[in-house]
């Protein structure tokens, strides 16, 4: 898969922004064509103690929830990237990092100023118990 080294690289900025607790959300989007599954969108959650990812899947006509360790919603991702994904956007609480193909599939990462000025609660949580 030509895509995932970009978006491993991609991926190292979103577990920066979980630890220095900037992180708001991540949402794929931008399908090509009209497909049944529209968005997949992440958050932080707490899960028997653990901090973990929820990949919410929004279909046309319903929603699925998984439940993944960090490093494992890499893998679960990557499933969708150029199929049927061509964007994923890192809302941090510093910048907004957004991952892009383009119709030749060639890949861009462009930086714009943060749309969200808090970070995920889920994740200021956390960070609080691990000090």
């Not at 279909?59 to 990557?78: G, M, P």
């Not at 910048?95 to 100023?113: G, P, W």
């Amino acid at each position: 898969m030509p895509f995932k080294e970009t978006f491993s690289e991609f991926y190292t900025k979103v577990k920066a922004s979980i630890e220095e607790g900037t992180f708001a959300k991540l949402t794929l989007a931008k399908t090509i064509g009209n497909t049944e599954l529209m968005n997949i969108y992440v958050r932080p959650i707490m899960d028997e103690d653990i901090l973990k990812m929820e990949l919410k899947f929004k279909f046309q006509k319903e929603e699925i929830i998984e439940i993944h360790a960090i490093d494992l919603s890499l893998n679960r991702l990557l499933e969708f990237i150029n199929n049927p994904f061509l964007s994923a956007i890192l809302f941090t609480t510093e910048f907004d990092l957004t991952y892009k193909l383009n119709k030749k599939r060639a890949v861009s990462i462009i930086e714009q100023f943060p749309s969200f000025t808090h970070a995920s609660p889920v994740i200021l949580e956390y960070l609080q118990t691990k000090k």
